[in-house]
């Protein structure tokens, strides 16, 4: 299996700038969580979805960050307008319905100048 | 709210030692996980606790888990260089397919 793929795995950007952050999870896992890691704040939570509906957002940080998941094989987190508190490394991980571990993705490390 | 706590934070450790990682958490919760990052890398699974008593062990690494102490171990046997990295526990908010929340994470270092 190819695990759980992200795009793009660096972007750099300009403050104001839209960035749209794509995960395509593992075949057959039917939830999805995001993450973003940071040095001054560690691992957090930032939205999960289960057969592609979302359950707890209550991570997002704020208005300027949204989610989706269309489908069962993608989903994006998009930040609008970005700004540089929000460069951290993005990750995005899958499941199967809890049933096992949550798998990473390589993530994608945003620096927002 | 849920908080994980791990200790230590920074561990230094000569090849050959044993040691162990703690992580408490403070609220109930039957599912704990054990993951390593490598510096730029990403996580990699290494243990999921399911159950109050719970024992896994993979080559030089055994983690316990504990429910009604909410705690778990993550116990380094004859440690070698390889097992250089940072170690997050984690527990999952509700009973299952939920987000996890990360402890901030064991950077342990094995010198020769």
């Known amino acids: 299996d190819a695990g759980v793929i992200q795009s793009p795995r660096h972007e750099v950007t300009e403050m104001g700038q839209e960035v749209t952050l794509r995960c395509k999870p593992i075949?057959?896992?039917?939830?999805l969580f995001w993450y973003r890691q940071t040095m001054m704040r560690g691992l957090e939570l930032l939205i999960y979805f289960n057969n592609n509906v979302p359950i707890d957002d209550s991570g997002m940080p704020e208005d300027r960050f949204s989610a989706k998941m269309p489908n069962a094989s993608f989903s994006t987190l998009k930040i609008q307008p970005s700004e540089p508190r929000d460069s951290a490394v993005y990750f995005c991980a899958s499941s199967f319905s809890g049933k096992e571990t949550q798998y990473f993705g390589p993530g994608t490390r945003l620096l927002v100048l | 709210e849920l908080k994980v706590e791990q200790n230590p934070l920074f561990l230094s450790m000569q090849e050959g030692k044993n040691y162990t990682i703690y992580c408490n958490y403070s609220?109930?919760?039957?599912?704990l996980y054990w993951y390593r990052q490598d510096p730029g890398k990403s996580l990699e699974s290494l243990f999921v606790?399911?159950?109050?008593?719970a024992v896994k062990q993979e080559g030089r690494l055994m983690a316990s888990l504990d429910t009604k102490a909410r705690l778990s171990t993550l116990h380094i046997t004859a440690a070698v260089h390889d097992l250089s990295a940072t170690y997050f526990c984690a527990v999952e908010k509700g009973g299952g397919a939920d987000g996890l929340t990360f402890g901030k994470g064991t950077h342990l270092i094995i010198q020769p």
């Open positions: 606790l399911l159950s109050n008593g």
């Open positions: 609220t109930t919760s039957d599912r």
């Open positions: 075949s057959g896992h039917n939830s």
